[in-house]
């Protein structure tokens, strides 16, 4: 059974990637799907209970909150999905360089890479924010500044363990190119490690957004973003808990997809791994009789 299929039998995994696949295209559709206007103020419809109109009803300002929903899975979703994309682009291109050339190439890169990760993601995010003003892009760029070097270590190790194999040190005995080697022997052998890795950093990277935007360092009034949602609802948050509700369910829902669908994949990809997760009772084989316990 391949790889595919094997993610196909996995309920959970197929539904998580369906969740994930619904609400990207919810944001990426949204200027078509969205009821109405986002940033359109209407203080006569001010904390509005939810309504046939108004869905999840309307925040501070008298403004959709479905739509706002909708629009701001761009900045916390769409947006982290590019940061890590870049982040695990550039962690590979290095990682690969590293792990197949090794030597002195390896030891200055890794060098780096501790460097980079010696220090907190959370105080460098800060930091830069602090130099280059607050902002989604901001973050984003601090995001891709700092994910790169752990993206790098973790796949060059993965990198390490296949160059050593035979048919890779064959190739390089008679004289293929460098290049050649890394693209048809290493590259597709590993792509399955890079797909766990970056699915399971993603789960982060959203939290880290909308805590980041919830202490007002990101996105940027009056744009929607999740969590400036629930920034703006902390303060009725006794009274219309429904507002802090919406943002806060829909990160839930999309941290955990991301998180399943990345158990999913590693599971997939290395089926031990399965019979590792059974409940401990199916494997013990307890037999109750009376008051004795055989196992």
């Known amino acids: 059974m391949t790889c595919i299929q094997r993610l196909c039998h996995d309920k959970l995994g197929i539904s998580s990637l369906g969740i994930l696949l619904i609400i990207m295209l919810l944001g990426i559709f949204a200027p078509l799907i969205a009821p109405h206007d986002p940033l359109a103020v209407n203080m006569k419809l001010r904390y509005a209970a939810p309504s046939l109109e108004y869905w999840f009803g309307n925040d501070h300002l008298g403004r959709c909150v479905l739509s706002r929903l909708l629009y701001g899975i761009r900045p ?70 700092m994910k790169w070097a752990w993206f790098a270590r973790v796949i060059r190790t993965s990198v390490m363990q296949y160059t050593e ?105 290395n089926p031990t791994l399965a019979n590792e997760k059974k409940p401990l009772l199916v494997k013990m084989n307890v037999k109750f009789r009376g008051k004795e316990v055989a196992k």
């Open 76 to 145: 916390s979703v769409l947006w982290v999905l590019v940061a890590l994309v870049l982040s695990v682009f550039i962690g590979t291109v290095i990682g690969f360089i590293a792990g197949y050339f090794k030597g002195w190439v390896d030891a200055v890169i890794m060098r780096v890479c501790d460097v980079m990760l010696s220090f907190p993601v959370y105080v460098m995010t800060l930091a830069i924010v602090g130099m280059l003003g607050v902002g989604l892009e901001n973050i984003l760029l601090a995001f891709v500044l």
């Open 165 to 269: 194999l035979e048919y890779v040190t064959f190739s390089k005995a008679i004289g293929m190119p460098s290049h050649h080697i890394i693209r048809k022997h290493i590259l597709p052998v590993t792509l399955s490690d890079i797909a766990v890795v970056a699915s399971s950093s993603i789960g982060s990277m959203i939290l880290q957004i909308s805590g980041l935007s919830f202490l007002g360092l990101g996105m940027k009034a009056p744009n929607p973003e999740w969590g400036m949602m629930l920034n703006e609802a902390r303060q009725v948050m006794f009274t219309k808990p429904e507002l802090m509700l919406a943002p806060g369910i829909s990160i839930v829902i999309v941290v955990s997809a991301f998180n399943f669908l990345a158990d999913s994949l590693q599971v997939a990809l």
